[in-house]
């Protein structure tokens, strides 16, 4: 699913492109650490030479905000970062489940870089008998059989996987019954899911293939 911004004006949307969306982080890490330094503004090609891109890629992308520089002056930074965490919605809060609390899953619960992204994983959820009852760094860990109705009273719409591949697609297929919206799947198999549920495949493997092989291949 492409996300899609209003054009002002016009009925129709305007389809953002995924890359664009993956490049606004970027942009949103360097921004706020600009501002933290007291910078007021900031050009297009002064990001683009920041972030290795090129200037009209940083235009392009800043304008499905519906942030506008000004001649000469640029963006104002403050008014960009508001621009960009209201476009992605991480000035508005999101709670998560996560199934699969082993170490991948704990790390995940652990990473504090979610909450500038407005994220919480509130409760994870295991069938190992010696993990269910425990908790990793406060956040509970309760039986997988607690999910749907824990997920129906908190009005929990994102699940997150960390379980084994040979039960992700079992886990997905759960989690779309008990009315999960959006999955975010760290299990290495690319998971099914209907289409009117939003899925993030996330391969650490792939990344890893992808470093080993350019490492083997600059020798």
């Not at 084994?164 to 997905?172: E, F, L, T, V």
């Not at 799947?185 to 690319?190: G, I, K, S, W």
């Not at 792939?206 to 092989?213: E, F, Q, T």
Request: net charge positive.
């Amino acid at each position: 699913m492409i996300p899609s911004v209003k054009e002002p004006g016009k009925r129709k949307s305007i389809a953002v492109p995924e890359p664009a969306i993956r490049r606004m982080p970027s942009y949103l890490t360097l921004l706020r650490e600009l501002s933290s330094e007291g910078q007021e503004y900031i050009s297009a090609p002064r990001l683009a030479v920041h972030l290795d891109i090129d200037p009209t890629q940083v235009v392009k992308d800043l304008a499905y905000t519906g942030a506008s520089g000004r001649p000469r002056v640029g963006y104002i930074v403050a008014d960009l970062i508001d621009h960009l965490e209201e476009f992605l919605g991480f000035n508005r809060k999101h709670e998560a489940f996560l199934v699969g609390a082993g170490y991948l899953g704990g790390a995940l619960i652990q990473y504090q870089g979610f909450r500038e992204a407005g994220m919480k994983i509130v409760a994870a959820f295991d069938t190992d008998k010696k993990k269910i009852g425990t908790d990793i760094c406060g956040v509970p860990v309760f039986d997988l059989a607690k999910f749907r109705d824990l997920a129906g009273r908190l009005h929990i719409t994102i699940g997150i996987i960390t379980t084994p591949s040979s039960s992700a697609q079992q886990i997905a297929d759960l989690m779309v019954g008990w009315g999960i919206k959006a999955i975010w799947n760290f299990a290495p198999v690319t998971i099914k899911v209907p289409a009117h549920v939003i899925v993030q495949n996330t391969h650490i493997y792939s990344n890893l293939a992808v470093i080993l092989n350019k490492l083997e291949h600059s020798r």
